[in-house]
């Protein structure tokens, strides 16, 4: 009578399918599906500019203003061997290792506002001012969930997750509550897709060692107030290939002789 093995993945994360509905349902549903088909149309036929490439990592964008404002949508592309897509979007979404990864964070600036369910949390995000531009502040909502595979899959696709953080109003935090801080408005999407590396094995058998996770990482941020344009897309040109760079070896790192996450 041999004890069941330990599942150390076990309870870490949200099982699909996740139900439970809630004032955002509606809004998360019609904002994930357009989400994912738009990532899942990659660079296509689209007058991308590329402007960032590492390696495998490759950096679009498009440049575009608003009201004067710069809003360029950005697409990244990235592949990364020993890891899983599951693993990818947990670290993203988990607040409670977001101190660890992301730079662009004030001190103590980020709160959960709110958990709507297991899979969606509500964010204040306050990031660190950058000169000569007014602090900025994000409120939005941010939801995981794994996504069905389609038939423009590769083959080798194992499965695909997503984690989409989109912007939201809260009427305890209005938006420039202070004269200070500006609200910005943004859309973000991670999908990552499980590619395995060797497919006579059975899923049971896989190890880091064979298993890849494909990478399509697509923002918008309104800058929701004044902002220089030259400046903003210079510090974007910086620091989108330094979060995807230093993001992605933290989930090396933090994954590194753990059981895979599928
Ligand atoms: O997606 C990323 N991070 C997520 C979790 O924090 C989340 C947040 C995205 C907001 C990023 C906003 C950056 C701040 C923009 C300030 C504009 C001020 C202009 C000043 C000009 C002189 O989705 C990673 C985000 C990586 C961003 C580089």
Same mark, same amino acid.
């Given at each position: 009578n041999r004890a069941a093995p330990? &599942?150390?993945?076990?309870?870490k994360t949200v099982k699909p399918p996740c139900k439970l509905e809630h004032h955002l349902s509606a809004e998360i549903e019609r904002v994930v599906t357009e989400q994912v088909q738009y990532a899942r149309m990659g660079i296509g036929k689209d007058s991308w500019q590329l402007f960032s490439e590492e390696g495998e990592m490759k950096m679009y964008r498009r440049e575009e203003e608003v009201n004067g404002l710069v809003i360029d949508p950005l697409k990244a592309c990235h592949y990364v061997k020993g890891f899983s897509a599951h693993e990818m979007c947990y670290y993203f979404f988990q607040p409670e290792y977001r101190y660890e990864w992301e730079i662009t964070l004030d001190t103590n600036g980020m709160t959960v506002i709110e958990k709507l369910s297991e899979d969606t949390l509500i964010f204040h995000q306050m990031h660190k001012r950058m000169w000569p531009a007014a602090q900025r502040d994000a409120v939005f909502w941010s939801h995981m969930r794994e996504v069905p595979l389609d038939k423009s899959d590769d083959k080798n696709v194992l499965n695909c997750w997503v984690v989409v953080n989109n912007s939201t109003d809260i009427d305890s935090l209005p938006a420039n509550g202070n004269g200070k801080v500006v609200r910005i408005y943004m859309t973000v999407c991670l999908m990552c897709q499980t590619v395995v590396l060797d497919p006579k094995k059975d899923k049971s058998q896989l190890?880091?060692? &064979?298993i890849a996770c494909k990478i399509t990482y697509c923002s918008v941020v309104n800058p929701g107030g004044w902002a220089p344009s030259a400046a903003l897309r210079m510090i974007y040109k910086r620091e989108y290939p330094r979060f995807l760079r230093k993001f992605t070896a933290y989930v090396t790192s933090k994954t590194k002789g753990k059981s895979i996450m599928f």
């Open positions: 330990v &599942d150390e993945n076990e309870n190890t880091r060692a &064979d």
